[in-house]
């Protein structure tokens, strides 16, 4: 249910978490928008995928495209109208040869998943979770640490840093 703590977040230490400085939590914040805008927020480079078949929620939809222009979807179009549009010279573009666009599914709370996960605090179990996870759609996530000292919590959180 929304709002709820995980269940095996509750606990006496769970205070601590909220104890960590603003200024951690923000460079911490700071990292994560780095990796997820590699190119800058200025970039207007265009990135046109098409020959899919996309999933929107509604429909399947064969022989489509999509235009991207800074991490947004500006177009969606059927690959008729692919070979009728003006791109600028500058876009990329991607055939994926029929293959699936749909949108990705973010976790924001798991503590792992197939055999590996948060409570060793290590980066590896971290990025062997980023392996693990899109082949059950998601695309994305936070990892949660269990509620520990401090100490530990911190040792948690350089290791996601160490995985970004």
């Known amino acids: 249910m929304a709002g709820e703590i995980c269940g095996l977040c509750k606990d006496k230490n769970a205070k ?23 190119f800058g927020k200025g970039e207007n480079m265009e990135i046109c995928f098409h020959n899919a078949t996309l999933v929107n929620g509604y429909s399947v939809m064969p022989n489509c495209g999509v235009l991207i222009k800074q991490y947004k979807i500006i177009d969606v179009f059927n690959e008729a109208r692919f070979k009728q549009k003006q791109f600028k010279p500058d876009t990329k573009f991607v055939d994926l040869k029929g293959a699936y666009i749909a949108p990705g599914l973010i976790d924001t709370h798991i503590h792992g998943i197939g055999g590996f996960g948060t409570d060793d605090m290590s980066a590896e179990s971290i990025l062997k979770m980023s392996e693990i996870l899109p082949q059950y759609g998601v695309t994305a996530f936070i990892p949660t640490l269990y509620s520990a000292p401090k100490e530990k919590l911190f040792k948690g959180m350089i290791s996601v840093l160490k995985a970004m």
């Open 16 to 38: 601590n978490f909220l104890a960590i400085s603003d200024s951690i939590l923000k460079n911490i914040f700071d990292l994560w928008l780095y990796v997820l805008y590699p």
